[in-house]
Nanobody, 115 residues
Framework: QVQLVESGGGWVQAGRSLRLSCAAS????????MAWYRQAPEKQRELVAR???????DYADSVKGRFTISGDIAANTVYLEMNSLKADDTAVYYC?????????WGQGTQVTVSP
């Protein structure tokens, strides 16, 4: 059974930084990609950042220049460095892993940014 476990969320003042971590277990092969999504209250879940097995990355426009995704896909781990946090970044952040079109999800970790 595949499990993704996130850590590193919490409360922070605007302008500060947080680092999220995600470790996957129970999958015998490396994923095709790992990513971070977020969902704010009354909003749809959205992609924040993705890193593929080849190392290429994608970012939502709203976080470009502030967030950095990194990780060791071969080891099924991914991180999200979040700098210059804004109140609009407040959301539950979910780790995601993709395996040939199938998506696995973590339970989510709350990030709260106070103005």
């Amino acid at each position: 059974q595949v499990q993704l476990v996130e850590s590193g969320g919490g409360w922070v003042q605007a302008g500060r930084s947080l680092r999220l971590s995600c470790a996957a277990s129970g999958h015998v092969s490396s994923f095709n990609a790992m990513a971070w999504y977020r969902q704010a209250p009354e909003k749809q879940r959205e992609l924040v950042a993705r890193i593929r097995s080849g190392g290429s990355t994608d970012y939502a426009d709203s976080v470009k220049g502030r967030f950095t995704i990194s990780g060791d896909i071969a080891a099924n781990t991914v991180y999200l460095e979040m700098n210059s946090l804004k109140a609009d970044d407040t959301a539950v952040y979910y780790c995601n892993a993709e395996w040939y079109g199938y998506h696995y999800w973590g339970q989510g970790t709350q990030v709260t940014v106070s103005p």
